[in-house]
């Protein structure tokens, strides 16, 4: 398959080297070093799918020149911000099994300049693209307004957009503007106030959905960890499982699934398409070990095995 000439701009405001060691068959230690952070996993996905990702994001020092030094052998796209402050660093031992976070080193908001350098690439990039991939960040790298400039601007560009976001950052966003399609977990819905901790209430699930579409996002996917995902695309309700599988490593589906939501939108596929694809992408990332990674070749296998359940209105 060709690489297709459009790219998908992802803005990444949290990018980060990881170290992770782990124990090998002979006993000895191997070690290996990634690119890491949210932005840089749904575009390792989307590499997967067959589309074009561009990486847009702030880096520095050294931890940012081995990124972008690693960024090659990954084959994609990136227009990086040069920062004066060094990237972030997580070193995980994994040698027993389980992952431990060893160090950590601190993330750091960037100087207004740097802002202003970030925000202008990033639209560049997104209004040349067309369509865009927004993820958030758990430490304020850049101010939670940055946020709702970039929804007024990509809504004035007509940008299609796609985001996994909550919190203010998601507030700010769509005080902006809107979203295409909103990706978030029902943890996210927890800590953004729209959801009870531990609730099986599955009108409490629709009513939180519901309530983001009013804020602006016109359609919404909802994941649940071993529930059936719930999603609400083109005016429609649906309930999707995916086949269980067992994972080598749980975390990154998420990211996976935002992937396949950002690659159905560049094929405008339809909802039940949509919704099959990126719970796709999601399961066949938990079979390996490295967040966004998968098989590409699984992806398609899995597509067809995805049950979909439309709820009717009186479901919902």
């Known amino acids: ?46 590499k997967h799918l067959a589309e ?9 020092g050294e931890a940012g020149k081995v990124f972008l030094g690693l960024l090659g052998q990954f084959g994609m796209d990136e227009s990086s911000v040069e920062v004066a402050h060094r990237s972030p660093v997580v070193i995980n031992d ?62 004035a560009g007509g940008v299609a957009v796609v985001a996994d976001l909550h919190g203010p950052e998601l507030n700010q966003f769509l005080e902006g503007g809107s979203i295409d399609i909103l990706k978030v977990s029902d943890e996210d819905l ?70 396949g939501l950002a690659a159905a939108v560049r094929r405008g596929l339809g909802p039940e398409e949509t919704l099959r694809l990126a719970c796709a992408a999601g399961a066949a990332n938990v079979t390996r070990h490295g967040l966004g990674s998968a098989d590409a070749d699984l992806i398609p296998g899995l597509t067809e095995k995805v049950e979909l359940n439309q709820l009717s209105p009186s479901t919902v």
């Open 190 to 259: 927890h800590s953004h106030g729209l959801l009870s901790r531990n609730t099986t209430d599955h009108k409490a699930y629709i009513e939180a959905m519901e309530r983001l579409g009013e804020a602006g996002a016109r359609s919404v996917v909802l994941s649940r960890q071993h529930e059936p995902a719930l999603a609400h695309i083109d005016d429609r309700w649906y309930e999707a499982r995916t086949p269980e599988l067992v994972p080598a490593d749980h975390r990154g589906a998420g990211d996976s699934m935002t992937a």
């Open 52 to 60: 074009r990702p561009l990486l847009c994001g702030p880096l520095g």
């Open 94 to 155: 994994r040698r027993s099994g389980e992952r431990v976070t060893i160090a950590d080193s601190p993330t750091i908001q960037l100087e207004r300049h740097e802002i202003d350098d970030l925000y202008g690439r990033f639209l560049e990039k997104a209004l040349t693209s067309n369509l865009c991939v927004i993820t958030g960040q758990t430490a304020e790298i850049v101010p939670s307004r940055f946020y709702r400039r970039l929804g007024h601007d990509l809504e």
């Open 1 to 46: 398959m060709g690489q297709p000439e459009q790219t998908v701009a992802i803005f990444a405001p949290m990018l980060y080297l990881t170290v992770t060691i782990e124990a090998s068959s002979s006993g000895a230690d191997e070690v290996h070093i990634h690119p890491g952070g949210q932005g840089f996993w749904v575009a390792r996905m989307l």
